[in-house]
Structure formats: C-alpha cells, structure tokens
C-alpha cells in the first residue's frame, strides 16, 4: 500500500490490516446489494440533489466555522470551531442518516433499523423517517434507555419504535447486536443504518463520506476567512470515529496536517473504566470489521466506560486503527472529569454548551502544545441539550 | 480420510448433528454431554465456543453462552477438556465460534491445538470466504481441518457453488434467513431444499436452524443428509438442573424413534 490514500480503502474494504467485512453468510446478501450499489447511487444526480438540499434546508447546512476568540486568547492560538451543534437535532449524526434513507429508498427498502446508544443516531435517524415516511425501529441497551430518557421519547415522537436490547450488557455494542441480528431475521426489505465509521464493508467508506461534507466545508471556509489553504491541526471526538471521519476526511491525505482523535478516558485509562480504545484495544473482530477491540485475554469484548454515551464503545472504526497504527493520526484520551471541566469554559467563555462527546475533543486543547501562528479546527460534533442531566451534577 | 467424510460414506441419510455449548450448563458438562450424544445416536457433534457477542445467534443459544462464560469457559479451558475427548467420543467433532476469540488465542495455535486434540472441523460464521482464501484456509488445511460454510435461502446459486468448493465435511444449509432458534415455516423453503438437491454438490448438506423434533428432523431429512438441532437441545439441557445424560437420553430418543 505504502503512500496510497487514506481516504480510500482497497476493493474488499480494508484501510491497511483494519476493516474488511466479517459477517455470517445470512448478512451477505443485504451487505452485497450495498457494496455494489452504494458508489453509483451516491453518485447520481438526482441523488445528490435531494441529499444537498436536505442538508442545506432541512439540516440548515453548512455549519458555520467560528473564530472563538476569547477561547483562542485563552490557549493563545487561533482555534476555529466546526459548529455541527447547529445542525438540527443537534449533531453531526443527521448527515449520515440522510444520506442512508436516501440511500436506503433508493434500494427499494421499506423498513430502517438503526442502534444507538445516547440517542442522537437513534433521534437522527427516527427524525430522517419522519420525513421521509418510512417505519423506523430503533434498538436501544436497555441500560442506556433508562440513561436517556429524554431521547427515548423524542424517537418515539418521531414515531419510531425503541426496543430494548436486553442482551449482554445492554449498552451500545448490544444494541448494535440486535440491529444486526434484526437485518438477518428480515433479509430483503430493510436497511440498517449503522451511525458510526464502523461496521463490515462498505458502511466505514459510506459513512466516512456522508460525513465528509464537515471537512468539505471547513476547507472552503477556512480558505474564505483566513487565506489559508489548510489548518495546522483538526481536532474530533472518537467514539466509533464519524465525526471525526468526517472532519479529517478532506485533510486525510494532506501530511501537513496534524489529525488529532480524542478519546475517551472515563476515569483515567488504566482505571478499568475507560473507553479509550485505542490505547488498550487489540486488533480483533467486532461488529463485522478487522480493527482494534477492547476485549479479555480470551477474546470476550469488555464494557467500556465515558460519561459520555456517545464515546462509550468498546470498537473504533477501521479507518481510525489505520490512522493510529500507521502513525497518521494523533491519539489522545480526555478523562470524565477533563471534559466537564472543558465544557464549562465553553460555556462561560463562548457562550456555547457542547455536547459531552465534543468536550472530550475541547479537553484536548489543554495536552497540546499550540503556537499563536497556528490554525485549529476543532469539531464540535453536538450540543450540550441532552447532557444537561449529567452537567446538572457537576454545577456546584 | 477425516472422520467426517468416514461418517457420510456410512450414513448418508438421516444424520444427526447435536449442538452444545461448551461449558454448558457447567463447566465440566461439556465431555459428559458428548459422551451422552454419542450413546444416545448424535452421528457428529457440534461445541459452540462460547463469545460475548454471537451475532448470528438468537436468544436461547445466546444465554447458554453467557452461562458458559460465567462458569469459565475459554478457548484454553476448553482445548484441555477436549485433550481426554478421544478417549471416550468416537463420533466426529466440529468446533463452532466467531472469529475474535480464535484470533486472540492465535489463529495458528488454535487449529493446531484444535487438531491435535481430535477435533475434525471448524464452523466460523464471520470468517468471510475472500479471508479464508487469502489467509485462513490454508492454516485450516495445514492441521487437516475441515471447514464447512454457511449457505441461506439468499445465497445466490453461483455463491453456492463456491462455498460448496470451498468447505469439506459437509455443507449448512440454514433453512431460513435467521437467526438460531427461530420457528419459521420450513415447507416455505422447499424450493431452496430442492435447488440444493439439484445442485450435485460436492459436500454432504445438513439442515440448521429451527430444526427441533421428531417431525423436522424427518423433513429436513427428505431434502438433504441429515439436520442440525441446537435451540431445542440447549432448552432441554437448561431444564434438567444439571443432569445432562437423562435429558439428552430422553431428547435424542423423541427425535430418532
Ligand atoms: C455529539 C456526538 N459526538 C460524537 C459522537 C460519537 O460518535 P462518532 O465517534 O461516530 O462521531 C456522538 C455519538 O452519539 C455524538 O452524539
């Protein structure tokens, strides 16, 4: 492979060792029909249309990127924030969902089954079937429904169904279990939307480049508001790696710029309590790629830990492990407690109050050593709304 | 000759192959329930591997997974419980499990150790056919493994025909597109079962999933070599409180007279 793209994986799904499509034969059909159709039907005009002006009329597209000054004087560098917070539903997740119900109607589906495990996916995507009319079933761990309560009754507003994961550990990596076993049980009039860069070939390249437009856009406005061609750096949030998929996508093959993924710590790395993949994770199998895993010595996949639900999965998406084993992508991890604090100066110092996803990314600025002359993108991938319970806690 | 291809030059009808997980519903259940098939007319046996995460399983089989995990079943335990197997178990055995297990353990490490133990072949639902071309298979052959593939009512008959190609034992044909242990209409899948007789493969073919008493054990006997039980028998282990010779009696005698 040597200096090839990073934005591109081979014809069988692989980003170097990491992804390929390890799925039982009774997926194989439903995993074909996408592989051999997704690039076509992404390309076509009338699909690209109706996919820009969703994103431009209905999501309120493009994010603006935000000079946040009193911020950049804090850390004394410029540092530009990718504002997917204003996308509606208040994250970076409704460019995927979009994407795959257009996709998805395009392959003659009537049903959309998705996972999710804070909810946003799962809201994102009950939303896009909103609009479009299409059943929706949303599996959730039964653990996080009691989490995320508010999210549960807006995708059932939305006139989704939620069905709880009971199996396993009832969290994220259960949910998307049963969505997978779901698509095995209804093999020819569903579609799944997987929510994250992961996933068996070609979910990570199809996710990766639904997203891709957070990097289209930053370049462009990146170039209008400084004259630069490209930032120093880009900053995400990991949990499956979207939105930092998304963010990097444009720069990927761009050495010049430094691509920073932020993972979660939870209570510290070594604390047991961690859903910082990359750092304790061993290639392994989960979900249908090849990537890094946090599991036992025997192989069992571990329960992660992040006061975020959003980052709290046991995988990372193939593209990621790529980014991290060949040395690509930087990798750092932000404790429960980094990113709180990291969102209370958010908050007092611009006026925005991220999501907890986001503020493991903004926690980051505090490890890196930023010179004034700089340009950080930093992706601010949701807001904060559906974290007010947790930051409720915190506010002494 | 493996002892598989040996079992269909006998028997070429009405074949029986039991799952079990391993290490269920105790952790040194697993060679008293090979020993009971055996006694009691399974002609091949199939141990799950107990993983966290068994995507193509459905809920019975799933909860005995995670009782064999609690008991403290691994890969390791496991391949030691089997090094005694072939002292008491003549009938051939398959071992059944996901991938990221096998590659924790050593993909290698696994086949050999599997071998050397008498195991005769391997199922693993998420090794796709491009990998084992590329890089599995030939481990698999190295230690004279056999490796059978999954096919479904939604494999195409070119996609058959190379899975077909590619397994030795025999071939399983999951009788619905599902997951284990679901009741779907088997007389809905006749064409399918037909198709595959057609087909003049080269392997024998076994019916799975949703095989589970005396009267669909006969009719995937019809179409093909024999069927596959696993739900059905896993529900009878689970209510006979750790006794597993009289339940496995008692079930394997509902089914086979
Ligand atoms: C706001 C936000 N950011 C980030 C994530 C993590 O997902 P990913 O790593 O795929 O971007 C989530 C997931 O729920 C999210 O809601």
Known sequence: MGTTT???????????????????????????????????????????????????????????????????????????LKREDLNHTGAHKINNAIGQVLLAQRLGKKRIIAETGAGQHGVATATVCALKGIECIVYMGSKDIERQAPNVARMRMLGATVIPATSGSQTLKDATNEAIRDWINNPTDTHYVIGSVVGPHPYPDMVARFQSVISEETRAQLKEQTGKELPTRVIACVGGGSNAAGAFYHF????SVELVAVEAAGHGVYSGLSAATTQLGKPGVLHGSKSLVMQTEDGQVVEPHSISAGLDYPGIGPLHAHLFNSGRGSFLSATDDDAVQAAFLLCK????????????????????????????????SGRGDKDLATYMKRLD | ?????????????????????????????????MQALQQHGADLIELGMPYSDPLADGPVIQASSMKALENGMTIAVLLGQLKEMRKTVQVPVVLMGYMNPVLQYGFERFCKEASEAGVDGLILPDLPAYEFETEYGAVIKKYGLDFIFLVTP??????????????????????????????????????????????????????????????????????????????????????????????????????LQ
């Open chain 1, 252 to 255: 990927l093959d761009e050495p």
């Open chain 2, 1 to 33: 000759m493996s002892r598989i291809a040996e079992l269909f030059g006998r028997k070429s009808s009405r074949v029986l192959n039991v799952y079990c997980t391993a290490g269920f519903p105790a952790l040194e259940s697993t060679l008293p329930v």
């Open chain 1, 349 to 380: 110092l611009e006026g925005i109050i991220p999501a907890l996803e986001s503020s493991h990314a903004l926690a980051a600025l505090t490890q890196l050593k930023l010179q004034p002359n700089e340009a950080t993108v930093l992706c601010l």
């Open chain 1, 6 to 80: 990073f934005q591109q994986p081979d014809t069988q799904g692989y980003y170097g060792p990491f992804g390929g499509a390890y799925i039982p034969e009774m997926l194989h059909r439903n995993v074909e029909e996408l592989r051999s159709r997704y690039l076509d039907i992404m390309q076509e005009a009338g699909f690209q249309k109706e996919f820009q002006q969703l994103l431009r009329d209905y999501v309120g597209r493009p994010t603006p990127l935000f000079l946040a000054e009193r911020l950049s004087k804090h850390y004394n560098t410029p540092v530009y």
């Open chain 2, 154 to 255: 939604e494999t195409s008959d070119e996609r058959i025909l190379a899975l077909d190609k590619l397994s030795s034992g025999f071939l399983y044909a999951v009788s619905s597109s599902s997951t284990t242990g679901k009741d779907k209409n088997m007389a809905d899948q006749e064409t399918y079962f037909n198709k595959l007789k057609q087909m003049q493969l080269k392997n024998p073919v076994l019916i799975g999933f949703g095989i589970k008493d005396k009267a669909t054990f006969t009719a995937a006997s019809s179409y093909a070599n024999g069927a596959i039980i696993g739900t059905a028998y896993i529900k009878a282990l689970e209510q006979a409180n750790g006794n597993v010779a009289q339940p496995t009696q008692q079930f394997l005698e509902s089914i």
